[in-house]
């Protein structure tokens, strides 16, 4: 459906000079791939592709400009496109794989949007007091509630239940809008603390948050229907992190280093820290928004 689309132009570099041959690369191959977003406040962002195992902090791959972040999450689909939220044009922003051209720009006619998610060819843009319900030719509705002040990020479970975290007047919440419709449902039992979390369902539907900022993650069982969850564990990472990216067989977790500007693997379910790498991230951006590209 995305090769369909017109080509725009979009500003990748090729790591034909820092890997040979890069472009020959298997589709299986290609698409175990980790993209980590970085910015300057909200100045032009960089992405870098990394190989998914990098315990050896080998450099990028590639990289791409031109999008615009700030506290920004992204998102990657099966294909391995990836998916950047531009704060400026309210728009987001489809690539193909392994930095390639821009294939699409969805602009989202509810405002800007922090943060992607993707579930069945539908793409979830969060941001301000709502959640965009798009596909590839753009957005058709908008899910939101009064409560919301600000929205943080959002994730999709296995049945289509839209979550999201976000400011409200006076405490941090998650909502829920079952089945992706309105309305939504604040859900009872989320206990994460000081700031809303990065939002992922696992394979076995287990929801992990990530204390955005802080050193925590949170783990739930979560009920869309009786918009309830159950927090079953808190593991204390190394530092503060704001975003977090499960690979595809669930085997780790990967999250972005507020304040060590570096990404920390851990595995999972188990979160014991294998390793870091930071080779080719800038020490005049801030690492923010993480995907480990299937």
């Not at 890997?19 to 977003?37: C, F, I, K, L, M």
């Amino acid at each position: 459906m995305l090769s369909a689309c017109q080509a725009m132009t979009g500003s990748s570099t090729p790591a034909s000079s820092l890997h040979s041959g890069w472009w020959r690369e298997a589709p299986a191959t290609a698409r175990a791939t980790v993209y980590v977003a970085e910015a300057n406040g909200a100045s032009d962002a960089i992405v870098l592709r990394y190989g998914a195992r990098n315990s050896t902090n080998k450099p990028p791959k590639c990289s791409m400009t031109g999008e615009k972040l700030d506290h920004s999450q992204i998102a990657a689909d099966a294909a391995g496109n990836l998916y950047i939220p531009n704060i400026e044009t309210a728009a987001i922003d489809v690539y193909a794989p392994n930095c390639g051209d821009r294939i699409a720009s969805i602009h989202d006619p509810y405002g800007a949007d922090l943060d992607v998610a993707l579930r069945n060819g539908t793409i979830y843009g969060a941001g301000g007091t709502h959640v965009a319900v798009c596909t590839i030719s753009g957005c058709t509705a908008e899910l939101t509630d009064p409560s919301i002040v600000q929205l943080e990020t959002v994730a999709v479970d296995a049945k289509g239940n839209v979550w999201a975290t976000y400011y409200s007047q006076n405490s941090i919440d998650l909502i829920v809008w079952p089945g992706g419709a309105m309305p939504g449902k604040v859900v009872s039992g989320y206990v994460n603390q000081s700031t809303p979390g990065d939002l992922e369902f696992d394979q076995r539907g287990n929801l992990i948050s990530l204390q955005s900022l802080f050193t925590h993650v949170y783990l739930y069982h979560c009920d869309a229907a009786t918009a309830s969850c159950t927090n079953t564990r808190v593991v204390n990472l190394r530092g503060g992190s704001l975003f977090g990216a499960l690979n595809a067989k669930n085997t780790d977790y990967q999250v972005t280093g507020y304040e060590s500007d570096e990404v920390d693997v851990y595995a999972y379910p188990s979160f014991k820290y294998e390793y870091s790498y930071n080779n080719g991230l800038r020490g005049d951006y801030s690492v923010q928004g993480i995907v480990q590209a299937r």
